[in-house]
Structure formats: structure tokens, C-alpha cells
């Protein structure tokens, strides 16, 4: 059996499991009775709900009413008097960012800006960024080529140049993340209020800053991380009470998910491993596929029939 379990998964181009922060929906708060944000709010859960993620377009001027609302400073002051009076007090606050608000299918957050990034990273979510304070927000825009498919990580594929932006403050950059990738020039910390849909697309990847060509991919959203990492846990454990739910992560609509759990089903089942295989030669995902017929011919080679 460990010779399923032992054969190399390069071909499955999910190059690190660093995904998109992400924390479960915090308990409503005094910033969520603002009532800015609930006018805020209930006009997006009117107008995203189940309509196309294109909708998310239609609330640009919401938003722009509550950047000019006073909302964001009111926000910052209740908190500093609770974390003064409450040193205890966490919020829901992380090193260089506070969540404002989670709801079903997006997301409003207060970033702090401080360095540039060593990386250009795609954006797997649609979003409105608009600088707080006095400073600008610049950056570079490049297209993403045609043939670019973001959930088939390809090293050849190379950015475009599409030329430069600047967004004043009191304005809104609107990243058309579907078409083009954005780079931010930050010289020193900016605060930006960031608007922004749940991720549409399977991976987040980087791309090298000199070459522009792909270097990394990375899961957009946590749970996918999560499923790969409970597919390798149960692999080790290797208890036969983890055979069917391992089988059925390998129907997931993921397409690391669904390889890890064939994987690592080859320290339960045999069987049930080159079962999988087989069917995966057929897979939507030309990583997989590939993937299944090198392991299937490794182990024809390790286990002559």
C-alpha cells in the first residue's frame, strides 16, 4: 500500500499552501450597528444575493457614500477606546488589517498598506480599493494573456504591461481582477478601505517581478488548504474509518483536493487508490489527469502485474 502513497504529486501545480488569510464571521459588533454600515450592507445583501458576480459593479457609489460617511474614523475610535480601557479587547484585528464587516459573498476590511510585495499577485476576487488620508495609491497594471486559465498553473505564461495608475484619495480603483493584475507601489504605510466580493476564482498566483512570467499558485480561499492538509493527516493516521470520506474528497470540485485524497487513500486501499486513478486518467483537470497516468505507470513498474 505505501507505494501509492509515496509516489511524487509535482504534477499537481499547487506549488505551496499559503493561502488567503481568511477567519469565520465574527459575532455582530458596535462597527456593525453603525448606521453608515447598515444602510451599507443592506443595500449590497440586495444586490449581490444570487445574482452574477458582474452585479458587484452596481455598488460603486454605495461605496463611495460610505468612504465620505465618517464611517471608517468612527470605527478606528471605538476601538482605540476599547483596546485603551480593555487591554484584553482583540477585535477582530489582524497585524496590518481589521475586518469592518463579513457578509455572504463579500467582504469590507480596513488594510494597511506598508511595503510593496516581492511578488505580483493576481486578485481572485472582484474588489474596490480607495485610499485613506492624504496619500495616493499607485500602481502597475498588467493584462493577463490569453490562454491564461487560473486554475491550470502554467510557468510560461507571462504578463503584459498594460501601463500605470493613480488613485487620489476620495477615489476608487476598481480591480477588474477577471482581466488584468494589479502591483502597488507603496514608498510608506497607507491605509485603504478594501470592498471586496468572495473569491471567484480556484488559485491566487504570483508572478516574478522582473520576467513577469508565473512563479507560484496558491489556493485563493482557506478550506482548500484545509481539505488538503486533512486528506495528508488521514493519510498518516491510515485508519480504515477514514477510507470513506477520503473517497469522497476525491469527487471535490477542487483539483488538489480531489488528488490529495487519492493520494493518500493509498495507505488505506489499494484497491480503492487505483480505482481512483483509473477514473482520474478521465479527470477535468489536465494536472490530475497527467498526474494519474505517471503514478499508474510508476507503479506498474514497482508492481509488476
Known amino acids: 500500500m505505501n507505494n501509492l502513497a509515496q509516489v511524487d504529486d509535482a504534477a499537481v501545480a499547487v506549488a505551496q499552501i499559503k493561502p488567503l488569510p481568511q477567519r469565520p464571521v465574527p459575532p455582530a ?3 456593525s450597528r453603525d448606521p453608515f454600515l447598515a444602510r451599507f450592507t443592506e443595500q449590497v445583501d440586495l444586490n449581490i444575493g444570487n445574482n452574477p458576480p458582474d452585479s458587484f459593479w452596481n455598488l460603486e457609489e454605495e461605496f463611495r457614500r460610505l468612504l465620505h460617511s465618517g464611517f471608517v474614523a468612527g470605527f478606528v475610535n471605538r476601538e482605540l477606546q476599547r483596546l485603551v480601557a480593555t487591554p484584553s479587547h482583540m477585535g ?17 476590511a480596513l488594510w494597511l498598506f506598508e511595503k510593496p510585495r516581492q511578488y505580483i499577485h493576481s486578485t481572485p476576487f472582484y474588489g474596490m480599493y480607495a485610499p ?32 500605470s495608475g493613480i488613485t487620489a484619495p476620495g477615489g476608487i480603483l476598481l480591480l477588474q481582477s477577471d482581466q488584468y493584475v494589479y502591483d502597488f507601489r507603496i514608498e510608506k504605510p497607507l491605509p485603504v478601505l478594501k470592498f471586496t466580493t468572495a473569491a471567484f476564482q480556484t488559485m491566487e498566483w504570483l508572478f516574478n517581478k522582473e520576467s513577469l512570467h508565473a512563479w507560484q499558485a496558491n489556493d485563493s480561499e482557506l478550506i482548500s488548504t484545509q481539505l488538503r492538509v486533512a486528506a495528508y493527516v488521514l493519510g498518516r493516521l491510515a485508519h480504515q474509518s477514514s477510507l470513506e470520506p477520503l473517497e469522497l474528497l476525491a469527487t471535490h470540485p477542487h483539483h488538489a483536493a480531489r488528488w490529495a485524497a487519492i493520494q493518500n487513500l493509498g495507505r488505506l486501499s489499494r484497491a480503492s487508490a487505483q480505482e481512483k486513478l483509473h477514473k482520474a486518467l478521465d479527470d477535468p483537470h489536465p494536472h490530475v489527469r497527467n498526474a494519474a497516468a505517471r503514478t499508474l505507470r510508476q507503479l506498474k513498474q514497482k508492481i509488476p502485474e
Open 29 to 31: 459588533t458596535a462597527a
Open 92 to 108: 477582530d484585528w489582524r497585524p496590518n488589517q481589521a475586518m469592518l464587516h463579513r457578509g455572504r459573498g463579500y467582504a469590507l
Open 132 to 163: 485613506l488620508g492624504r496619500e495616493s495609491l499607485y500602481y502597475d497594471i498588467y493584462k493577463l494573456p490569453r490562454g491564461y486559465r487560473n486554475d491550470v498553473f502554467d510557468p510560461a505564461i507571462r504578463l503584459e504591461p498594460a501601463g
